[in-house]
Structures are given as structure tokens and as C-alpha cells.
């Protein structure tokens, strides 16, 4: 059956799906045909899900390396790649409205022109990859993007691989694809999301609640955890009344 839609989602939890993680995967999984998660760990079932176990090689983007690797890209329109890094406190519907409508080969939630010390000004600019969707154009180059940086990154995970991932895949898919002429965005996006303006900031991060007003239906983990970093420019204040934004 051709024209079907995926979900690769990464789980990193051992022995069981926190209520938080299954009510955001119940929630964002509707809007796919299939949903494969993916995890190191070999005890779960295959309902309502199809779980793949895999070694913990290359973080998220080695996982869906992975899948994609074992699936018939041409049968699909639309693959996204969302992590369990955020909790849900909102609906998706409105987001996928979007999303259909923008015109755009690759899309997330969130962008950034955050510069990673590794990475030129000029190739800073990225959708956050917490969430990333793939339409029908940039799936056929996804075979050419993975092949040229497999060496860089599918090797054991660990803290010195992480700042590989994230300037090779984050920042370098991003920049690979435009490279094609491909369109790419995001629905909170620093071009046009008002409190960003003119700001080198993870918004996803530093405006959480002003996101979440403005109808973002997710919230970090780590926010919710009361883990506040303060790395480069970004100064992450500990919320306040962070309980009203009750997770579903």
C-alpha cells in the first residue's frame, strides 16, 4: 500500500512507558498510518505500537537511520522522527492543520539560529530536531543525507557523540536539504514567532510558557523536573506556577 505516513519515535524508557510519554504518543500518533518506537530495551509488546529493538548507536538520528533503513521509502508521503523528550499538555490538530497547508518539505514545532561553536553563523539556522516531519521531496534525499555522515555518528552513544549528532544531524540536515531547494520551517518559527524576534535563544527552552499560551501543546521534561540550564545566551528563569500546565 503506497501513500501511508510514519512515526519513528525514540523511547528511552526500561521497562515501562511513563503515563506522560504514552498520553503524548497515544496523542501524536493518530495522525500517522503506522508508528514504529524504537528502544534498546527488548521487553515490550506489540500493541497498540510496533516496538523495534536497537543498539543505543547514534542517539535518535541513529535509530531512524535504522528504521529507514529497513523500510520502502517510495511507499511513503510523510515520515516524522519525535523524541520522548517533552511531555503533553496540549492537542495536535491544530499543528498538522498547519502543517498541511505550509507548503514546506520538511517542518518541526520549533527553530533556531542558535550557534553551536563547531558551526559557521551562515549554516546556524535549524528545525529543532525534537520533532521533525519529512514530506514526499525530502524522503527521497534522506538515503544521500545518512550515507554521507554515517561514519560521524553511528557508533555507541555517549556524551563526546552527542556534540558530533548535533552539529552533523540537527544542524547539517537542515543545511542539506536547503542545499536541494528544499523548503524548510516550523510552525513557531524565528522569522515570525513575535517574542524571538531578532533573538539567538532556544525558545523552545527559554519562552515555554509564552509557547504554551500561544497554544504549543508540549513542555520539556526537564522543565517539568525542575532541571534549568544556563548554557551560552540562553538564561532559563525557574517557572513559576509551572503546575497550572497540567500534563496529559
Not at 508521503?77 to 498538522?96: E, T
Not at 510552525?187 to 514567532?193: E, G, L, P
Amino acid at each position: 500500500m503506497k501513500n501511508k505516513t510514519l512515526l519513528i519515535f525514540p523511547l528511552y524508557a526500561q521497562g515501562f512507558i511513563p503515563l506522560s510519554t504514552e498520553s503524548y504518543l497515544k496523542e501524536i500518533s493518530q495522525y500517522f498510518s503506522e508508528t514504529i518506537v524504537t528502544t534498546n530495551y527488548r521487553g515490550y509488546i506489540d500493541l497498540p505500537y510496533t516496538f523495534r529493538s536497537y543498539k543505543n548507536e547514534g542517539y535518535d538520528f541513529g535509530k531512524f537511520y535504522k528504521v529507514l533503513k529497513s523500510i520502502d521509502l517510495n511507499q511513503y508521503n510523510r515520515i516524522a522522527l519525535v523524541n520522548d523528550s517533552n511531555s503533553l499538555v496540549g492537542k495536535f490538530d491544530k499543528i498538522f492543520n498547519w502543517g498541511n497547508k505550509s507548503k514546506l518539505d520538511i517542518w518541526g514545532l520549533t527553530d533556531s539560529q542558535q550557534r553551536h561553536p563547531q558551526v559557521k553563523d551562515i549554516h546556524s539556522y535549524h528545525v529543532q530536531s525534537h520533532f521533525l516531519v519529512f514530506e514526499k521531496r525530502a524522503l527521497s534525499l534522506l538515503p544521500a543525507f545518512f550515507n554521507k555522515i554515517e561514519k560521524k555518528f553511528m557508533k555507541e552513544s555517549n556524551v563526546e557523540l552527542r556534540s558530533k549528532i548535533i552539529v552533523n544531524c540537527e544542524y547539517g540536515l537542515t543545511y542539506f536539504m536547503q542545499q536541494y531547494n528544499l523548503k524548510v520551517g516550523a510552525r513557531y518559527s524565528i522569522k515570525n514567532w513575535k517574542p524571538m524576534k531578532n533573538k539567538f535563544l532556544n525558545m523552545h527552552v527559554t519562552y515555554w510558557e509564552e509557547l504554551i499560551n500561544d497554544g504549543y501543546p508540549l513542555i520539556k521534561n526537564k522543565l517539568l523536573r525542575g532541571e534549568w540550564d544556563n548554557i551560552g545566551q540562553d538564561s532559563i528563569p525557574n517557572p513559576k506556577n509551572k503546575w497550572k500546565y497540567m500534563v496529559l
